[in-house]
């Protein structure tokens, strides 16, 4: 069965299709007799993301809070489908296959190559050494039929195999960050080697959530980078098919060697040789790909130039000159007002230049615009709102830290001057984006590497100061 992208952390999203669908689907089954269902659930409804899971069995208990709304509604979903067996001569039971991978897979493969060509498969989230169980997709559709042919076995198989969820891997345990290096270098891209402590790597994810929540609703695109997936990429899961070979008579059919090779041949047009002309930085990105990132990236001379000019201009007459607010703001307006008056009276062509004009519609605000303003304006309020509703909950700690820290690094720009702010800032701004998007991948690797030496160095004092303090 079906399900929204995980990466997304909605619960209403994924409550809407694994519980509310799963739903729909057992009782059209019930009301038209159908015989046998087969639920595609998954590993995750075990997985609290803080603990690993080695070799982990059928006896698993669901946690108290789930990673994710994905693993918590498909383990509502999972409840739902047990729960309904042997109803008006219905059998069902649960498929929960670990890491499902191979040729039409939109998500996994995919991803790989995309976070590939924008420079990010370097990097290995946690030590590198966490296990995982993957599966590949013919041995997933032959769980299935395994499944259904246990079902409609009359007599004790068939009694036996109804109502149970059953575990579905490969077999095969692999190091997770082997399993990426396998298919990225098999496709001519380089593995991931640098590796970043989970914990380094969490803040980082927490914000991006942060500004999903705020900006997904004005077309930013999901993130890959969301907490859970960090827990995901860090921590072991492995798991037993022994209930699933002795009730299904399940057997992998495809050895994870053979499938990781058909998945390599299946994307021969996502190989590194046929990778296209490059798209546009991350740091284009970033700035919208619009006026802004032209202009500090220094794509058009003339137009960059140009706003370091005026930015000087208003510089060196509204704010090194010490005017105040409404004088300097009235100065501009004026300026402003005899530019647009003389620019009006020049002729169209000037010994042979040709004066372009601005056109009246150049300064009329479209309704468009305006709902978009007004939109944006409601949504920030609301979003506000929200949090202080939150706060005033008192548990969540998390926020209460995210909150204090905003405000005093906002009350800490506040005592920067706007002076101090042109002078040091605006140079930076016109310097610090065009370097780093020629120098990017090294810039990556420089300020990450600093980061867990620095988290390797933290760690090593933690630890000579625990074992200091057992000896005493």
Excluded at 111 to 123: H, I, P, W, Y
Excluded at 148 to 165: D, F, I, N, P, T
Excluded at 246 to 272: C, N
Excluded at 340 to 345: E, K, M, S
């Amino acid at each position: 069965m079906a399900a929204p992208n995980s990466s997304i952390n909605n619960y209403q999203l994924h409550h809407s299709v694994n519980v509310e669908g799963t739903k729909n689907v057992i009782d059209a089954c019930i009301e038209l007799k159908v015989k046998r269902l087969i639920y595609t659930s998954s590993p995750s409804v075990f997985f609290d993301g803080i603990h690993a899971i080695f070799n982990g069995d059928e006896s698993l208990s669901y946690p108290a809070k789930h990673n994710d709304a994905y693993s918590a509604t498909k383990a509502e979903g999972e409840a739902l489908v047990i729960k309904s067996n042997g109803t008006n001569g219905l059998l069902t039971c649960c498929i929960r296959p670990s890491g499902i991978f191979g040729p039409g897979d939109k998500l996994f493969v995919p991803s790989l190559v995309a976070a590939a060509r924008a420079g990010k498969s370097k990097f290995i989230i946690g030590d590198g050494n966490n296990i995982y169980d993957f599966t590949y997709v013919e041995n997933v559709a032959h769980a299935h039929i395994c499944a259904e042919r246990a079902l409609a076995s009359e007599g004790m198989v068939a009694e036996k195999a109804a109502g149970q969820a059953y575990f579905v891997t490969n077999m095969e345990p692999i190091k997770f960050w082997e399993f990426v290096s396998l298919i990225q270098e098999g496709l001519g891209y380089a593995g991931p080697r640098i590796k970043i402590p989970a914990f380094v790597a969490m803040p980082i994810a927490h914000m991006v959530e942060w500004t999903y929540r705020l900006f997904g609703p004005y077309g930013m695109k999901v993130p890959q980078l969301a907490p859970s997936r960090i827990r995901l990429l860090s921590c072991s899961r492995s798991f037993n098919c022994s209930k699933a070979k002795d009730l299904l008579g399940y057997e992998p059919i495809v050895s994870l060697q053979d499938g990781i090779k058909m998945t390599i041949e299946s994307y021969s047009h996502l190989r590194a040789e046929h990778l296209h002309k490059r798209g546009p930085s991350r740091v284009s990105v970033y700035l919208g790909s619009g006026r802004v990132a032209d202009m500090l990236l220094w794509r058009d001379k003339r137009q960059t130039i140009t706003a370091l000019l005026l930015l000087v201009a208003i510089y060196y007459n509204f704010i090194a000159s010490g005017f105040i607010l409404l004088s300097g703001i009235s100065k501009l307006l004026l300026a402003t007002s005899i530019f647009l008056f003389i620019h009006g009276v020049l002729p169209e062509k000037i010994m042979g230049y040709t004066v372009e004009k601005i056109p009246p519609s150049r300064f009329h605000l479209s309704e468009k615009k305006l709902r978009r303003v007004a939109s944006l304006v409601a949504s920030t309020w609301n979003a506000a709102v929200n949090v202080l509703k939150y706060l005033s909950m008192g548990k969540d700690w998390v926020l209460f830290l995210k909150v204090v820290l905003s405000l005093l690094l906002l009350s800490f720009l506040g005592t920067i001057s706007l002076q101090s702010f042109f002078v040091i800032g605006l140079p930076v701004a016109f310097i610090a984006f065009y370097v780093y998007e020629k120098k990017e991948q090294e810039i990556d690797s420089l300020v990450l590497g600093t980061l867990s030496l620095g988290c390797k160095l933290k760690s090593d004092v933690v630890k000579k100061f625990v074992t200091s303090k057992k000896s005493d």
